[in-house]
C-alpha cells in the first residue's frame, strides 16, 4: 500500500489544513482510497512552544504539530474513527525564517510583517484542557540531534511513497540528503511553491514571488536539484488563482462565491469540526480568507495512488487538473537568489556575474502545470467530498459526469483533436453542479438552527439583515424551483451563457431579487424548451418577438409540466392548500392514456398560436363570411363556414378585412395546411407537413389533439369562477364540455383541464409560481365548478340545458354567501352582487383548515376569509349609495343570462378593473383593510361598469363584449392618487375613462400617462391634467388649495423653500395631505437638485432673503479644480436642504440649527453629522470631493436603519432623504450630477 508523506507549515495558509486533513480524511471516508492508507504529516519551520501551545523559543513542542494534533483528535471523537485510520503527525525542522518577538510574544517575520502562526487561541484554548496531552510525535528534535524527526518517518522506500512537498524546500532536501541521488529520482514526488521558470520578458517585468524561505544559497539549489527529475510534478506560483476563494462571503454575486461557498458546506456535512476549523482559521488569519492552493497537491498525490478507472469508471492523470503542462531540461535552468528568494529562470535570461546564478544539478525535467483547470479541480475535489455525505448521488454522479468528460476530451487533445459537443456537455453539468450546490446551500439556509460554522459560511445574518422575507418558506421555494428546473432540464443541455445570466442575476441589489432574478431566468429559458417545436414558439411570435402571448402559453405549459411532475408546491405555492387529492390527479391527467397526455400537451402548446402575427396576418375574411387563407407555400384558399375549400388568389385576400376571432384562424389555418400537406392539423402547426419519422408513433395524438382544437375552441369555462362572463358568452363552451363528457368523460377532462391551465398561465410573468393559482381558493373555487358540471353531466336529462342547469347551480350555490355574510335576508340583489364579488376574488364558501397541514376544504361549518367578509360589505355599501334606479339597471345587467330578449354584455377585464380601482393591481402584494375606503373606490367604478354595459348593449343586438383592459392600466397606473381622491375627483374620473372608452381613445391616454405607478399622487394628478389637456377633456376638478401647491416648478422659481413650507403650516390642507406634500415635495427637490439650486438662487435674490445667494459664500477656501467646485456645489445645496427643510420630529429627537433665514429649525441626528462634515470643507479642513466620499458613506449607513429614533414620529421624509441622497451620490448618479451642475 503507498504510503504519502507531507512537508507542510499548516497554522501559516488555511489551505494546508484542508491539504493533509480534510481531504485525505474524506478521501477515506469517501471510498476513493484505502482507510488505512498511511498518512504521515512532517510539519516544517515549525514555531518552539510549550505544552499548551503558548509561543516559546525554548518550547519542546512544535506548534504546527499541535495544531495538526488537535483537528486529528478532534475529527476522530466526532466521527469515533479508528486509530487507524488517521495521520500520524511529527513535528519537523524549526524555522529559520520567522524570529521571536519578545514584545508582541510569538513568532514573526519584521520585513513582511507577517506571522508565523494565526490561530494561536484556538490551540490554546484547546491544550488548557485538563484531559488534552500533546503526543509525543510533536516533541522538536534538540538542538544535539536537530535532524532527529527524520528517524521517526520510518520506512519510506520510493516505491511505496508518494511525497508531497508544500513550500518545505529545505525539509524535503533534508530528507532526500539520506539517500543517493539515484535512490532520490524513484521517488514520486509533488512540489508546490517554485515560479514557473522565467523566461527574459517573464523576469524583466514580473513582480517576482517568494519561493523559499531559505537564506542558504547552497541549501536551496541543492533543494532544486532533490525536486527537479522525471517522478516530479511540480505546481507553481500563479497558477492557482482562479481556484474558489474560501472566507466569509457577505453576499453572493455569482456562482464563484456559490462555489465558494460549496467545500466547506460539504465538509460541514462530513465532519462538523472541519469546517469549524475552516472558520476559525479566517477568523484569526491575516487575510482573512485562502485559496485552497494546497489541495491541488493532495489531489495530484491522491490521483497518483488510485485506480480511478475502478473507482469512477475513467482513468485520470495528473495532468487532467491542468488545462496545460510544460517540461524544461533542468540543464536550461538556473536558481538565481534574489534577496532570499530563489527564483527560477531558464536560459534565455543573460547571465550575471553579481547574481551569481547557480545551475540545477540534474539531468531530469522540471514538469509542471501551466494553468490549472478550475472545473476539473473543483469538480474532483468536491466529488471527493461529497462521495463522503449521505444522500448526494445527483451532486456525486453530476461530478462524475464532468471528470469523466473532461478525461475523454484531454485523450482527444493528446491526439489533436477536439469534441464539441462533449464541450458542451461539460459546460452544461458544470451550471448544473453550480444549482445543486446553491440549492442545498439556501436548505441550509431556511434551517430555523443552523450552527454557528454554517451561518459563517452562508452568510445567514447578512441575508437576514438585506430581507427577513427571504427566509423560511421563501428559501425553499428557491430550493423547489432550483429542483424543478434541474428535473425539466435533464435531457437538455444548458448554454454556456447561462453561467452569465445567473451572475447577472445575483447582481439585483437585494436578496430576494437575486432569487427572483434567477427564476426569471429558468422560466425564460424552459418556455422554448417545454415547447414542442420551434415552429410551435415562432407561430406565438409578435412584431417580430416572442412577447405576451408566448409568455401565458409558455407559462401554462410550465404549469403543467411541473404538475406531471408533481411539482404541486412550486408551480402553485399556498394554492397546494386548496387542492385535494383527486384534484391535483385531475390538472396531472392521472389515470389519462400516454396518447390523451400528448395531445393534451400539444394542444396546450399550440391553442393561442391564432394570435401570433403568423397565422393573424395569414387569414382573413370578406364581407360574405368567407375566410381566405394563405399558406407559407404561396398558396391562396377560400374556406367557407362549412370548411369547403376552393383556391383563392392575392388579391381576393387582401380586399378582405372583416375581423377574425384568432381561435378560428388558427382552426382554419391548421385545417387547410393539413389539406395542402395531407397530415393532421397539429402535425401542420408543429411541423408544417407530416410528423418526422421518429414522431409518427404519436400520430394516434395529433387527431386527438386536432380534435381538442374544436372541443376548446370557445370561451375559457372555468372562467366561470371568476363571474365576468355572463351565461350567455360561456354557454357554448359548456356544450362542448358537455358533449365531450356524454362521448367519453376522459374527454371532457381534457377540456376542462386545459381550460385551468389557461387561467393558470393568464399572467406572462417570469415566475414558476402561478400568478392566479396561488391562492388555496382558487383551486377551490374550479373544483367546486368541475364537481358541479360533472353531477349535471351525470343525469343529463333529454329536453334539459345542461349548460344552463350547471352554470345556474354553481351560481346559487355561491350566491348564499351574500346574505350569511351581510346578514340580511336572502334578496333579487344577491345573484348581481355575487358576480361583483367573484370578479374581487371573493371566496363565497365556507371553509376549514386543517392545523396539521394548512389545508382548506369547503364545510358549511367553516368560516368565511375574513377578506372576503370585507369586501361583500364594502359591495354591498358601495351599492346602497347607487341612485335606486341604477342598482336596478346593474342588478338587471348581471343577472342578464342573455337567453332572453335582452341581449348580454360581456365587460371583458371587468375583473381587472374592478381590482385596480380597490387594491391598486390585478395582483395586488397587499389589500385594503378599510371597508369605508374600498366602497368609495368603488362606488364609481360600478356607475362606469353600469355605464358600458349600457353602452355596449345599445352597439349590437345579441351578445357581445367590450374591453376595457386599457381602463384598468390607467388605473393602475395612478391609484396612489385615485385612492385618496375625493368623491367629486374619482366621479370624474370616472365619467373621464367612460369618455375615453367610447371615444376609442384609452390606449392614447395610458401611453401619454407614461410609468407613473410609482409616482406620488400630486405627480400623478399632475400627468392627468396634462392628459386631458393636450386631449381636449376637461381637466379633473381638484380641491383649490392641493392645485395651488401642485406645481413645485412654479413655486420653486419664485418663492424661497422656508416661504412654502410656512404657506404650507398655514393651509387648510388636512394632515395627511401636508405630510403627503412634504414626502412629494422633497423628492422633487432631489431629483432636480442642480436646478434647484438655480432657481432658488434667484428666487432669494429676487425676494430679497439673503444679501447674495449665501451657498456660494459659505466656504473660505476656493475649489482647487472644476471636480471640486461641482462638489462644493452640490455639498451646500444639501445643506440648504438639510437646514429648511420641516422634518416631522418631536423636540428631543433632533438638533437645533439656523435656517437660512435665521430662524430656528430641528433637523434628525444623522443630518446633523453631515452638516458638521459639509461645515469642515468649507473651512478648508478638508477637500469637497472627500467629504462628499464621507457624507456619502454616512447617509448610505443611515439609509439602512430601519427606525430613525423615538422622536422622529414619522421617519417618512427622513428615509426619502437618506434612500434618494445615497443614489444621487452613488458613483454613476454622482457623475451625471456633476454634468448637471456643469451644465448650469
Known amino acids: 500500500m503507498v504510503q504519502i508523506v507531507f512537508f507542510t507549515d499548516p497554522g501559516k495558509d488555511g489551505d494546508d489544513l484542508l491539504a493533509t486533513v480534510h ?144 513550500a518545505s524546500f529545505n525539509a524535503v532536501s533534508d530528507f532526500l540528503a539520506q539517500m543517493a541521488p539515484e535512490e532520490q529520482k524513484k521517488y514520486t514526488l509533488i512540489n508546490m511553491g517554485y515560479n514557473r521558470p522565467y523566461s527574459q520578458n517573464d523576469y524583466q517585468t514580473s513582480d517576482l514571488p517568494y519561493n523559499a524561505r531559505s537564506t542558504d544559497t547552497n541549501k536551496a539549489a541543492v533543494a532544486v536539484a532533490a525536486l527537479t527529475h522525471d517522478k516530479a510534478f511540480h505546481v507553481v506560483s500563479k497558477t492557482t488563482r482562479v481556484l474558489p476563494n474560501y472566507s466569509k462571503i457577505t453576499s453572493i454575486k455569482g ?285 406565438l411570435q409578435q412584431n417580430g418577438k416572442l412577447g405576451f402571448e408566448f409568455k401565458r402559453t409558455g407559462n401554462s405549459v410550465l404549469y403543467y409540466s411541473l404538475a406531471t411532475l408533481n411539482h404541486f408546491v412550486t408551480a402553485f405555492s399556498n394554492g397546494v392548500r386548496g387542492m385535494s387529492a383527486g384534484y391535483k390527479k385531475l390538472l396531472r391527467l392521472e389515470g389519462h392514456s400516454e396518447t390523451n397526455k400528448t395531445a393534451f400537451y400539444l394542444h396546450l402548446a399550440l391553442h393561442d398560436a391564432g394570435k401570433g402575427d403568423q397565422i393573424k396576418n395569414a387569414v382573413h375574411r370578406d364581407i360574405k363570411g368567407n375566410y381566405l387563407i394563405r399558406l407559407p407555400s404561396g398558396s391562396y384558399f377560400k374556406c367557407t363556414d362549412n370548411r369547403l375549400l376552393s383556391p383563392a388568389d392575392a388579391e381576393q385576400f387582401e380586399k378582405a378585412k372583416e375581423y377574425v376571432d384568432h381561435d378560428i384562424a388558427l382552426e382554419l389555418y391548421g ?242 378593473l374592478l381590482l385596480t380601482a380597490t387594491t391598486g393591481a390585478e395582483y395586488a402584494k397587499a389589500d385594503p383593510t378599510d371597508a369605508t375606503k374600498i366602497a368609495q373606490c368603488l362606488t364609481p367604478i360600478l356607475k362606469l361598469y353600469l355605464r358600458l354595459y349600457e353602452y355596449q348593449q345599445t352597439r349590437s343586438s345579441r351578445y357581445s363584449d367590450i374591453d376595457v383592459d386599457d381602463l384598468a392600466k390607467i388605473m393602475e397606473q395612478v391609484f396612489t392618487w385615485y385612492k385618496d381622491a375625493s368623491k367629486k375627483e374619482k366621479d370624474h374620473f370616472a365619467d373621464l375613462l367612460f369618455d375615453l372608452q367610447v371615444k376609442g381613445q384609452a390606449n392614447a391616454f395610458l401611453t401619454q400617462l407614461g410609468d407613473i405607478k410609482s409616482k406620488s399622487a400630486l405627480e400623478q394628478v399632475a400627468k392627468i391634467q396634462e392628459g386631458c389637456k393636450s386631449m381636449g377633456y376637461r381637466s379633473i376638478e381638484t380641491e383649490n388649495e392641493n392645485v395651488s401647491f401642485l406645481d413645485y416648478e412654479s413655486r420653486l422659481r419664485t418663492t424661497p423653500i422656508h416661504t412654502i413650507y410656512s404657506d404650507l403650516q398655514k393651509s387648510d390642507l388636512d394632515k395627511n395631505k401636508k405630510n403627503s406634500f412634504k414626502k412629494d415635495f422633497l423628492l422633487y427637490q432631489l431629483n432636480n437638485l442642480p436646478q434647484v439650486s438655480e432657481w432658488q438662487l434667484k428666487a432669494r435674490n429676487a425676494n430679497g432673503t439673503i444679501d447674495s445667494f449665501k451657498i456660494h459664500k459659505d466656504s473660505i477656501f476656493a475649489p482647487e479644480s472644476p471636480k471640486e467646485a461641482v462638489n462644493k456645489a452640490l455639498l451646500e445645496v444639501l445643506k440648504y436642504l438639510i437646514i429648511d427643510t420641516q422634518w416631522d420630529i418631536g423636540y428631543f429627537g433632533g438638533e437645533k440649527v439656523k435656517s437660512t433665514t435665521g430662524d430656528s429649525n430641528l433637523i434628525p441626528k444623522g443630518m446633523y453629522a453631515v452638516l458638521k462634515e459639509i461645515e469642515n470643507a468649507q473651512k478648508g479642513s478638508v477637500s469637497f470631493t472627500k467629504t462628499v466620499e464621507k457624507v456619502a458613506g454616512m447617509i448610505a449607513a443611515s439609509a439602512k436603519r430601519n427606525d430613525h429614533g423615538l422622536f422622529n414620529k414619522r421617519g417618512e421624509t427622513t428615509q426619502i432623504f437618506y434612500d434618494k441622497a445615497q443614489k444621487l451620490l452613488s458613483e454613476d448618479a454622482e457623475e451625471s450630477l456633476h454634468q448637471a451642475f456643469v451644465n448650469l
Open 23 to 166: 481531504v485525505i480524511m474524506q478521501a477515506k471516508a469517501a471510498g476513493i482510497i484505502d482507510p488505512l492508507t498511511p498518512i504521515k504529516l512532517i510539519t516544517t519551520d515549525e514555531i518552539p512552544c510549550n505544552e499548551y501551545g503558548v509561543q516559546d523559543p525554548n518550547g519542546k513542542y512544535g506548534l504546527r504539530a499541535l495544531y495538526l494534533q488537535m483537528h486529528i483528535e478532534q475529527l476522530q471523537k466526532q466521527l469515533n474513527l479508528p486509530k487507524g485510520n488517521l495521520p500520524e503527525v511529527i513535528a519537523g525542522p524549526v524555522t529559520s525564517y520567522y524570529s521571536y518577538n519578545e514584545q508582541l510574544k510569538k513568532y514573526h517575520h519584521e520585513p513582511s510583517k507577517s506571522d508565523a502562526f494565526y490561530p494561536t487561541d484556538e490551540v490554546i484554548k484547546y491544550y488548557a484542557q485538563s484531559d488534552v496531552l500533546p503526543q509525543i510525535n510533536s516533541l522538536l528534535s534538540t538542538a544535539e540531534q536537530p535532524n532527529a524527526w527524520l528517524q521517526k518517518i520510518g520506512q519510506a522506500s520510493p516505491e511505496d511513497t508518494t511525497l508531497v512537498n508544500i
Open 671 to 912: 385545417f387547410v395546411g393539413s389539406q395542402e400537406k395531407n397530415c393532421t392539423a397539429t402535425e401542420y402547426l408543429l411541423w408544417g407537413g407530416p410528423a418526422p419519422e421518429e414522431e409518427q408513433k404519436n400520430k394516434a395524438a395529433f387527431i386527438l389533439c386536432d380534435e381538442l382544437f374544436d372541443l376548446s375552441n370557445e370561451m375559457n369555462i372555468a372562467q366561470i369562477v371568476q363571474g365576468e362572463i355572463p351565461f350567455a358568452g360561456i354557454k357554448k363552451g359548456l356544450d362542448l364540455f358537455f358533449a365531450a363528457y356524454k362521448k367519453n368523460p376522459k374527454l371532457a377532462e381534457l377540456v376542462f383541464v386545459h381550460h385551468c391551465y389557461d387561467i393558470f398561465g393568464a399572467k406572462p410573468s417570469d415566475t414558476m409560481v402561478s400568478a392566479s393559482g396561488s391562492s388555496p381558493e382558487i383551486h377551490l373555487k374550479i373544483n367546486l365548478l368541475y364537481q358541479t358540471l360533472v353531477r349535471v353531466a351525470q343525469k343529463q336529462e333529454p329536453g334539459k340545458d345542461a349548460a344552463e342547469e350547471a352554470y345556474t347551480l354553481y351560481r346559487k350555490k355561491l350566491a348564499k354567501a351574500i346574505p350569511e355574510i351581510l346578514g340580511s335576508e336572502p334578496s333579487l340583489h344577491d345573484l348581481a352582487i355575487t358576480r361583483i364579488a367573484q370578479m374581487l376574488r371573493c371566496h363565497l364558501f365556507k371553509t376549514v383548515q386543517n392545523p396539521n397541514n394548512k389545508k382548506m376544504t369547503i364545510r358549511d361549518e367553516g368560516q368565511y376569509e375574513a377578506r372576503t367578509r370585507l369586501f361583500v360589505e364594502s359591495i354591498d355599501a358601495a351599492f346602497h349609495q347607487l341612485p335606486k334606479r341604477e342598482q336596478q339597471k346593474l342588478v338587471e345587467f348581471l343577472n342578464n343570462t342573455g337567453t332572453g330578449m335582452t341581449p348580454a354584455v360581456m365587460v371583458k377585464y371587468g375583473p381587472k
Open 255 to 539: 456562482t464563484s462565491e456559490i462555489m465558494s461557498r460549496a467545500y466547506p458546506v460539504l465538509t460541514g456535512q462530513y465532519a462538523p469540526t472541519l469546517l469549524t476549523a475552516m472558520s476559525e482559521f479566517i477568523n484569526s488569519s491575516k487575510y482573512k480568507g485562502f485559496w485552497p492552493h494546497d489541495v491541488v497537491a493532495s489531489l495530484l498525490a491522491l490521483i497518483g495512488i488510485i485506480n480511478w478507472k475502478e473507482s469512477i469508471g475513467t482513468e485520470v492523470t495528473k495532468e487532467m487538473l491542468f488545462k496545460e503542462t510544460a517540461q524544461i531540461p533542468a540543464h536550461d535552468l538556473r536558481l538565481r537568489m534574489v534577496n532570499t528568494t530563489g527564483v527560477l529562470i531558464d536560459s534565455t535570461v543573460p547571465a550575471d556575474q553579481e547574481k551569481k546564478d547557480i545551475a540545477i544539478e540534474s539531468d531530469g525535467n522540471f514538469i509542471y502545470g501551466k494553468e490549472i483547470d478550475p472545473i476539473f479541480f473543483t469538480s474532483l475535489l468536491h466529488l471527493i467530498a461529497a462521495g463522503c455525505v449521505k444522500e448526494q448521488e445527483r451532486l456525486v454522479n453530476c461530478y462524475k459526469k464532468i471528470i469523466e468528460l473532461k478525461a475523454d476530451l484531454h485523450h482527444l487533445k493528446q491526439q489533436g483533436k477536439t469534441d464539441p459537443e462533449k464541450e458542451k456537455r461539460v459546460n452544461s453539468l458544470w451550471i448544473k453542479a453550480n444549482l445543486l450546490e446553491l440549492q442545498q446551500q439556501l436548505k441550509l439556509q431556511a434551517q430555523a438552527n443552523l450552527d454557528e460554522a454554517n451561518k459563517y459560511f452562508l452568510s445567514a445574518e447578512t441575508l437576514e439583515a438585506e430581507n427577513k422575507n427571504a427566509l423560511g418558506e421563501n428559501l425553499l421555494q428557491w430550493v423547489r424551483e432550483i429542483e424543478a428546473f434541474l428535473q425539466l432540464t435533464e435531457n437538455h443541455d444548458l448554454p454556456e451563457s447561462m453561467i452569465q445570466e445567473i451572475n447577472k442575476a445575483f447582481e439585483q441589489p437585494t436578496t430576494e431579487k437575486k432569487y427572483t432574478a434567477l427564476t426569471g431566468l429558468f422560466v425564460n429559458m424552459l418556455r422554448p424548451k417545454l415547447m414542442p417545436t420551434e415552429s410551435a414558439c415562432n407561430l
